[in-house]
């Protein structure tokens, strides 16, 4: 046994381990995916610990390392597709298909099996994806696609062209393990499009990484004399690590922020952030000299539901409501939940009295309808106050006092014509 791999070994799985603590603290679709993958580096160096043997055993060993390297790579590029996969018949075989393939060719060159078989394999390895993308055109991300088509395309004919050559298994093994790695950093820089840290580490890491399999054997091959120590080409591994340590960080910071500004339920604005977009309607209104209208909605009947069905049936009434305001308002305009049944509508200017009317009619026609919620059907009303900027008043609180107002006079039954701003 290769004993001085052992360092690498436990580097690696220090490394692995760390990163699935982290995981489990900031766990999403990405980082699952990213901690197997790690598992399969540290298959891999544990595979190098039996890399002395030779015959059929010492064969078996290359494979087995050979392709936990092509996995974790292959677990890579799937966290940046995982949620397109999950719902994609195609996709979700396209992973177990290429795995096959590329165990096919490995076994092929590593067992120097016949030529005609190589062939074979080594062509199926390059026009499938090229195949698949040419008669499956509604594929998801055609961008990811094409790339990965045409850059197994090119290991396709690159195989092909150097397992003539005496060395043509050691220079195929090293393009297979560069053209994977080459598309993690494309699948990485695809899924990370965004100027952080973490995605910039990231995408180093993957492009040294793949680097890695076309430095080392021209280095070997034009100056044998220059030495390079083994830890440095594992050093593109560990920048992949921090890259991707930092991207969990980021993301779990982004999601604090998320959650300070917004309703974990319903994942609406929470007040502050509603009185903040408020605040910024009624400036644009000011300086455009136009309208703006706040809506606030109380749900009638919201406590009767929550007594008699139970809480998880009141939560999925109050992201039911939800979903159906959002359906109901422009892009631009804003639903918030401000408090346990009571929401607010800003409706960016320039908006008129006839629209904030026919918003509000429309939200309670909505909740007049009966909604089935699982197992049960409810039905709840509502009830709405307007005001409209600058008309009913001048400034934020004023505004919120005079909404809640006509709110609680049409819970009294006192109604507001809106259109008219005068009470009947």
């Known amino acids: 046994m290769d004993w001085s791999k052992l360092p690498d070994i436990i580097a690696v799985g220090l490394l692995a381990w760390a990163f699935a603590s982290a995981e489990r603290r900031c766990r999403t679709v ?30 078996i060993v290359t494979i087995i390392s050979i392709m936990c390297l092509i996995l974790a790579a292959m677990q890579f590029m799937r966290s940046s597709v995982a949620e397109l996969l999950s719902v994609e018949r195609i996709g979700k075989v396209m992973m177990p298909v290429m795995s096959a393939a590329f165990l096919f060719v490995i076994c092929n060159l590593v067992l120097e099996a016949p030529r005609w078989l190589l062939t074979v394999s080594e062509a199926l390895l390059g026009f499938f994806p090229l195949f698949m993308t040419l008669f499956f055109p509604r594929w998801a991300v055609p961008q990811l696609r094409w790339s990965m088509s045409i850059l197994h395309f090119a ?43 973490g995605a910039l580490i990231g995408i180093v890491g993957f492009w040294l990484w793949a680097a890695v399999f076309v430095v080392a054997p021209m280095l070997e091959a034009f100056l044998p004399t220059f030495k390079v120590e083994p830890e440095v080409w594992n050093l593109p591994k560990y920048i992949v690590a921090v890259g991707m340590t930092l991207l969990m960080l980021e993301e ?89 049944d009571e929401f607010a509508v800003i409706l960016e200017p320039p908006t008129t009295h006839e629209e904030a009317a026919l918003v509000s009619r429309a939200l ?46 049409e819970k009294r039954g006192v109604k507001f014509d809106v259109s008219t701003a005068k009470a009947s």
């Not at 399969?40 to 544990?46: A, E, K």
């Not at 409810?378 to 106050?385: E, F, K, L, Y």
């Open 30 to 59: 990405a980082s699952t995916n990213w901690l197997y993958g790690w598992y399969y580096i540290v298959l891999h160096f544990t595979a190098t610990l039996f890399g002395q043997f030779d015959g059929l055993i010492g064969q």
């Open 155 to 197: 290991l396709g004919v690159f195989l092909l062209r150097v397992q003539s050559l005496p060395d043509g298994a050691s220079l195929a093994l090293n393009g297979i393990l560069f053209t994977v790695y080459f598309g993690c950093a494309i699948h990485f820089w695809y899924h990370n499009r965004k100027a952080t840290t």
């Open 252 to 340: 779990q910071i982004e999601h604090n922020k998320h959650l300070a500004l917004h309703d974990e339920l319903t994942g609406l604005p929470n007040r502050r952030l509603f009185q903040d977009r408020l605040a910024g309607a009624l400036e644009r209104a000011r300086r455009s000299d136009t309208q703006a209208a706040l809506l606030t909605v109380d749900l009638d009947d919201f406590k009767f539901v929550n007594d008699t069905y139970g809480h998880h049936t009141g939560d999925l009434l109050l992201q039911r409501v939800s979903k159906l305001f959002l359906g109901r308002i422009r892009n631009s305009d804003t639903v918030a939940r401000t408090g346990g």
């Open 364 to 409: 309670l026609d909505m909740l007049e309808e009966p909604l089935r919620l699982n197992e049960n059907t409810v039905r709840v009303g509502a009830s709405v106050g307007v005001a409209l900027f600058p008309d009913d008043a001048r400034d934020l609180k004023s505004l919120c006092i005079q909404a809640d107002m006509r709110m609680y006079e």
